[in-house]
């Protein structure tokens, strides 16, 4: 046996791999939000909860109840600035519990938010639309949101809606009053002898189909209420 195969090769240490500072926080962080959105989910499966999309009314301050609320993070405020929030309410007449969120706080918590539509756990608290100082009409803005609870998390781009809507009103008014003229021609009473009393002459409707494509896209609803208040993020 040559004097090589006699030395003794020291055993390899398994290494330990310490977490920083920052990723021990990160962890705490997830099980606070993971914690968070069990108690949610569970209150909203107890059938004694429902999530609402609100938009927020001005004289009134409502404060982010998300354990690790983002805007909290960069500004040390919870309040909700933003012209939405979700309110979580209690079913009951007695009882005036209620608990608002961000919209993207919420977002973080409940990442399956269209599923909650179809359970009947998150619905729109009246007629939801664009701020007022929004270059997006109210219009528009009310069907994109609808049309996204409708389809349970898809709806259209809002350039879409505008279009449509846009050209549709231009030709509303148009045929308006062109018919108005014509039946003035008549001394105002519509002669059934007239072709164009039943039919004027004039530019076709402007159709749905020809401006929108034949599906809706999936989207989150921070996304959809960020393009129709005309702002790169929807919670300030």
């Not at 926080?25 to 059938?47: M, N, P, V």
């Not at 409502?62 to 979700?86: E, K, L, Q, V």
């Not at 007695?94 to 269209?114: G, K, Q, V």
Request: charged letters at 25%; one cysteine or more.
């Amino acid at each position: 046996m040559t004097e090589s195969n006699n030395i003794i090769k020291p055993k390899l240490q398994p290494q330990v791999i310490v977490p920083t500072l920052k990723q021990l926080k990160e962890k705490r962080d997830q099980r606070k939000r993971e914690k968070q959105a069990a108690l949610i989910e569970a209150s909203l499966r107890s059938g004694k909860y429902v999530l609402f999309l609100q938009e927020v009314p001005k004289i009134k301050t409502s404060h982010c109840r998300a354990w690790d609320c983002m805007p909290r993070r960069s500004t040390g405020n919870p309040i909700i600035r933003s012209y939405y929030r979700f309110a979580l309410k209690r079913i009951s007449a007695r009882s005036s519990s209620i608990e608002y969120y961000h919209i993207t706080c919420l977002e973080r918590l409940l990442p399956d938010l269209p599923n909650f539509v179809g359970y009947g756990y998150l619905k729109m608290d009246g007629w939801i639309a664009a701020p007022p100082d929004s270059h997006i009409s109210i219009k528009s803005s009310s069907e994109a949101i609808k049309d996204w609870f409708h389809h349970k998390g898809w709806s259209f781009g809002i350039d879409c809606y505008e279009c449509f809507n846009k050209d549709h009103d231009e030709w509303t008014q148009d045929t308006s009053f062109i018919w108005i003229e014509h039946i003035l021609s008549h001394e105002e009473r519509v002669d059934t002898h007239c072709c164009h009393c039943q039919s004027l002459p004039g530019a076709s409707e402007p159709q749905r189909a020809h401006y929108f494509p034949k599906e809706p896209s999936a989207m989150l609803l921070s996304e959809l209420l960020a393009s129709v208040s005309g702002q790169p993020h929807i919670d300030k």
